[in-house]
């Protein structure tokens, strides 16, 4: 991205920087409503519940420099960090993120650079998630530029838990009282526990389902033979 912003010198390089994002996100974006056509169309049901994109902002993006320990520069910002993009996906059931993040893997032009799964390995607080770090290319008149997204996947219990936990964090600077953290982990116990159930009822509906649609074909046979 540093070739890219050398090249408009004549554009304020932060201008450039917030173009490339957001042609990011839109590249993004596509790509995911696509997949989640795609998938109803070959099993009826859509995966993604809704998707949500933001770009940091500007005071957000200086705080997570100075945490890390680095100058605020447009370059640190693009070397050090990889969230300034960022896509979030609202699933039904925690088989869904699975099923999507192998989707996003397997699309040619996207590279995957890490993978972060909160949910086999919560952090402390009890948060859950599955976190992408892709790079999509943006084509330019004379140029193309790989650009980083954070794609994050949650259940929509995971994802009401985590916005109760950033307001949370914001209200105390990241000082909650203890009784609070550990209310919020009891909860984030509470909420994996309905994800799970959840899942099972789902999973006994789609067996239901079939079993019926496969008695419904066999009488039709019977029927025709008979």
């Known amino acids: 991205m540093q070739d890219a912003i050398r090249n408009y010198e004549d554009v304020d390089s932060w201008k450039t920087c917030m173009f490339l994002y957001n042609s990011a996100l839109k590249e993004v974006g596509t790509k995911l409503e696509i997949l989640n056509d795609e998938f109803h169309h070959v099993h009826q049901y859509n995966p993604i519940e809704h998707i949500k994109t933001r770009i940091k902002t500007p005071e957000s993006i200086v705080k997570k420099l100075k945490r890390y320990g680095y100058e605020t520069s447009i370059e640190n910002m693009v070397k050090?960090?990889?969230?300034?993009?960022?896509v979030r996906l609202i699933c039904s059931f925690t088989s869904d993120i699975y099923?999507?993040?192998?989707?996003?893997?397997?699309?040619?032009?996207?590279?995957?650079?890490?993978?972060?799964?909160?949910?086999?390995?919560?952090?402390?607080s009890g948060y859950k998630s599955y976190h992408m770090l892709v790079t999509v290319p943006i084509f330019l008149s004379d140029s193309v530029v790989e650009t980083k997204v954070e794609i994050q996947i949650r259940t929509i219990a995971m994802d009401f838990w985590a916005s109760l936990e950033h307001k949370i964090?914001?209200?105390?600077?990241g000082n909650a009282p203890e009784y609070i953290s550990e209310?919020?982990?009891?909860?984030?116990?509470?909420?994996?526990?309905?994800?799970?159930?959840?899942?099972?009822?789902?999973?006994?509906?789609?067996?239901?389902?079939?079993?019926?649609?496969?008695?419904?074909?066999?009488?039709?046979r019977i029927e025709y033979f008979t």
């Open 169 to 173: 964090y914001y209200k105390f600077e």
């Open 99 to 124: 099923r999507l993040a192998e989707m996003i893997g397997n699309q040619s032009d996207l590279r995957v650079l890490s993978i972060k799964d909160y949910i086999k390995h919560p952090k402390e």
């Open 80 to 86: 050090y960090v990889n969230d300034i993009a960022g």
């Open 183 to 220: 209310e919020l982990r009891e909860c984030a116990d509470m909420i994996s526990a309905l994800d799970d159930k959840m899942l099972s009822l789902n999973e006994t509906i789609q067996r239901l389902t079939k079993s019926e649609q496969k008695n419904e074909v066999e009488e039709k």
